[in-house]
């Protein structure tokens, strides 16, 4: 438990240093001042969470395999990842433009633009796109194990 606190404070103090060395009037800096608060809501989370401040760890699987447990680093990263999209599609920060194509001339209608809110848009879709996908695959199995057995059950009756 020491160990793990620790860490999660040597982490956020990484952190905050280079929040202070970026410096808080710009944007970079207003970000990570961002990613600071939903890291520190993520350690909350971690500490307050039915199995407690967990250290990172490999697993082994039943089947051999091994997989990577990230404890109370999961926590941060998730936090942190959730107060960079909630910012960015809630507040005046995703109108900040971070890329602006070339094109035929300046001002030119054909030029696009790339703004912290699609940004944070899409990495709403990468988090969340999996889950949805799984979830859509499990109500299509699901359909489909009911559909076997009301027929497999319409055959047992009729016998």
Same mark, same amino acid.
């Given at each position: 438990?020491?160990?793990?606190?620790?860490?999660?404070?040597?982490?956020?103090?990484? *952190?905050?240093?280079?929040?202070? #060395?970026?410096?808080?009037?710009?944007? @970079?800096?207003?970000?990570?001042?961002?990613?600071?608060? /939903?890291? +520190?809501?993520?350690?909350?989370?971690?500490? !307050?969470?039915? #199995?407690?401040? *967990?250290?990172?760890?490999?697993?082994?699987?039943?089947?051999? /395999?091994? !997989?990577?447990?990230?404890?109370?680093?999961?926590?941060?990263?998730? /936090?942190?990842?959730?107060?960079?999209?909630?910012?960015?599609?809630?507040? #005046?920060?995703?109108?900040?433009?971070?890329?602006?194509?070339?094109?035929?001339? *300046?001002?030119? @209608?054909?030029?696009? &633009?790339?703004?912290?809110?699609? +940004? *944070?848009?899409?990495?709403?879709?990468?988090? /969340?796109?999996?889950?949805? +996908? &799984?979830? #859509? !695959?499990?109500?299509?199995?699901?359909? +489909?194990? &009911?559909?076997?057995?009301?027929?497999?059950?319409?055959?047992? &009756?009729?016998?």
């Amino acid at each position: 438990m020491r160990t793990a606190i620790a860490c999660a404070v040597l982490l956020v103090m990484a *952190v905050v240093l280079v929040v202070y #060395e970026v410096g808080m009037n710009s944007i @970079p800096g207003i970000l990570l001042a961002i990613v600071v608060t /939903g890291l +520190l809501g993520g350690l909350v989370n971690a500490v !307050i969470a039915q #199995e407690g401040f *967990v250290l990172p760890r490999m697993r082994n699987l039943p089947d051999g /395999g091994r !997989i990577w447990g990230p404890g109370f680093m999961g926590n941060a990263i998730v /936090g942190a990842a959730t107060a960079v999209v909630l910012a960015g599609m809630q507040s #005046e920060l995703g109108a900040v433009i971070v890329l602006r194509s070339a094109g035929p001339s *300046v001002g030119s @209608p054909d030029a696009y &633009t790339l703004n912290v809110h699609s +940004l *944070v848009g899409a990495l709403l879709a990468g988090i /969340g796109g999996a889950r949805l +996908l &799984t979830a #859509e !695959i499990d109500l299509a199995l699901q359909k +489909l194990a &009911t559909r076997n057995l009301s027929d497999s059950l319409a055959r047992v &009756t009729d016998q």
